[in-house]
């Protein structure tokens, strides 16, 4: 099993960036897909983007294209979620989640975090 502590939400005013980092209790992280998928309440679990083992392939929401960039170290067994140009629709619980597929449905992944706040206000 994987244990991933997601950290970095935080308040940021519209404009503004943070960086969302996916840390894994184990090695075997690195062979894993990784996703990113955010909720805001009373809404339903929203994929935000994913990348694969190698790190080589990545998928993004239409709607985050151009400002999330998902990428990840191997060596510190971390997944990291850079985002720019925040929007106040943008706020959300962030998750991330790994699994042995790349989806961008929550069902095929096996470990996630706790998930980590992201506030954007107008």
């Known amino acids: 099993q994987v244990q991933l502590v997601e950290s970095g939400g935080g308040l940021v005013q519209a404009g503004g960036s943070l960086r969302l980092s996916c840390a894994a209790s184990?090695?075997?992280?690195?062979?894993?897909?990784i996703a990113w998928f955010r909720q805001a309440p009373g809404k339903e679990r929203e994929f935000v983007a994913n990348i694969n083992w190698s790190g080589g392939g990545t998928t993004y929401a239409d709607s985050v294209k151009g400002r999330f960039t998902i990428y990840r170290d191997h060596a510190k067994n971390t997944v990291y979620l850079q985002m720019n140009s925040l929007k106040p629709e943008d706020t959300a619980v962030y998750y991330c989640?790994?699994?042995?597929?790349?989806?961008?449905?929550?069902?095929?992944?096996?470990?996630w975090g706790q998930g980590t706040q992201v506030t954007v206000s107008s």
């Open positions: 989640a790994a699994g042995v597929t790349i989806s961008v449905t929550p069902w095929g992944y096996d470990y």
């Open positions: 184990e090695r075997s992280f690195n062979s894993k897909a």
